[in-house]
C-alpha cells in the first residue's frame, strides 16, 4: 500500500518518471511525455478498458526500465488505486504523473461521504438518480461553468430527495475538491467520483458486449439497436418496482440523448458511464453478470 513510503517518496518517484519520459520524447512538453506514457500502459490493456491491473503495471513499468524499486512502484500503484479494486485507470495515472488532471484526488474523509450519498441515491431514487442529479447541477448552472458553490451542491441533492446530506458532508467535500478555495467545485468532478467504483471485470464483461452489439466494428452503437435488445424486466429499478419497462426505456433514451451522442449514435465511454449507474445497485459481480445476461439475452448468450 502506498503508506509503506512517505508521501515526498512517492512524489520524488513520480518526478523519477518524469524526467525519464521527458528523454524519451526529446524534451518536448508534458502533454508528449504523459501521452508516451499511456502508450506504454496501453500495450499492456489488452481488453482495451483503459485500466490495467498490478502485475501489468509492474510490466510496463520495468518495461521503462524501472527495476529494484518494488516498493515505489506498488506504491504509486496503490495511490491511483483508491478504492482498492486492483485496477487503475492509466490515463488518469499518467496525466496525475504531468500534473495534467483537472479532477482532485480526493482523500479518506470525502471518500467516505461520496461513498454514503451514492448509497442514499442507490436507496431514494435508484440508478436513475445519478442521471436525475446531472440534471438538477446543470439547471443551476447558469452561466455553464460547470462550477457550484455550496448551497448548489447541497440543493442538488436535497431537490433529488437525499435527505441525509448534512452541512459537515459539504465541508467535507468542499475541503478536498475546491482546491484553489474559490468557494465552488467542478460538478462533473463529483460525478465521476459519485459513479466510480465497478470492478475490472464488470468493466471487462461489459466491453465483450459492447463489442458484440458493435456489428460493424466502427466503436459505436445505434441506440436503436441498443432498445431492439435490450430486455428492460431485468433492470433493477423495474425488479423493486420503482420503475416500469417503459420508464426504464426512456431513462436509457435520455441518459444517451444528454449524455452527447450524436446521430443516435452511443460510444463506448457512454455506454459504460450508463451502465456505471445500474452496477451501483447490483452487489456483487455473479450478479452483474446475471444482470447482462438477462437484459442482453441475445446477445451476450452468443459471447
Not at 201 to 227: M, P, W, Y
Request: proline residues 1%.
Amino acid at each position: 500500500m502506498s503508506s509503506q513510503i512517505s508521501i515526498r517518496k512517492l512524489k520524488d518517484f513520480e518526478k523519477r518518471i518524469r524526467e525519464k519520459m521527458s528523454v524519451k520524447t526529446g524534451f518536448s512538453g508534458d502533454e508528449v511525455s504523459a501521452k508516451k506514457l499511456k502508450e506504454v500502459f496501453r500495450h499492456y490493456d489488452i481488453d482495451e478498458v483503459g485500466e490495467i491491473d498490478l502485475p501489468k503495471f509492474i510490466a510496463a513499468m520495468a518495461v521503462l526500465n524501472f527495476v529494484g524499486v518494488q516498493r515505489e512502484v506498488e506504491a504509486l500503484f496503490h495511490f491511483y488505486d483508491s478504492e482498492e479494486r486492483g485496477a487503475i485507470d492509466y490515463v488518469e495515472l499518467a496525466n496525475g504523473i504531468f500534473g495534467l488532471n483537472t479532477k482532485p484526488i480526493i482523500g479518506k474523509k470525502c471518500r467516505e461521504v461520496v461513498d454514503k450519498l451514492k448509497y442514499s441515491i442507490i436507496a431514494s431514487v435508484g440508478p436513475s438518480g445519478f442521471h436525475k442529479l446531472e440534471k438538477h447541477f446543470s439547471a443551476m448552472d447558469k452561466n455553464k461553468s460547470h462550477e457550484l458553490n455550496r448551497d448548489e451542491i447541497l440543493n442538488g441533492f436535497r431537490c433529488l430527495g437525499v435527505g441525509n446530506i448534512s452541512l459537515n458532508d459539504i465541508d467535507t467535500i468542499f475541503n478536498s475538491m475546491d482546491t484553489n478555495d474559490k468557494g465552488v467545485i467542478i460538478y462533473d468532478d463529483l460525478l465521476i467520483y459519485l459513479l466510480t467504483g465497478m470492478s475490472h471485470q464488470r468493466k471487462l464483461s461489459l466491453h465483450n458486449l459492447f463489442n458484440a452489439l458493435d456489428t460493424s466494428r466502427t466503436g459505436a452503437v445505434f441506440i436503436s439497436e441498443l432498445l431492439k435488445n435490450c430486455d428492460f424486466r431485468a433492470h433493477p429499478s423495474v425488479i423493486d418496482g420503482t420503475m416500469s419497462e417503459a420508464d426504464a426505456r426512456e431513462d436509457m433514451i435520455s441518459c444517451f440523448h444528454y449524455g452527447g451522442s450524436q446521430d443516435g449514435m452511443v460510444f463506448w465511454q457512454e455506454f459504460l458511464d450508463y451502465h456505471k449507474c445500474i452496477s451501483l445497485a447490483i452487489e456483487s459481480d455473479q450478479q452483474f453478470e446475471e444482470y447482462l445476461r438477462h437484459t442482453w439475452d441475445g446477445v451476450y448468450n452468443k459471447l
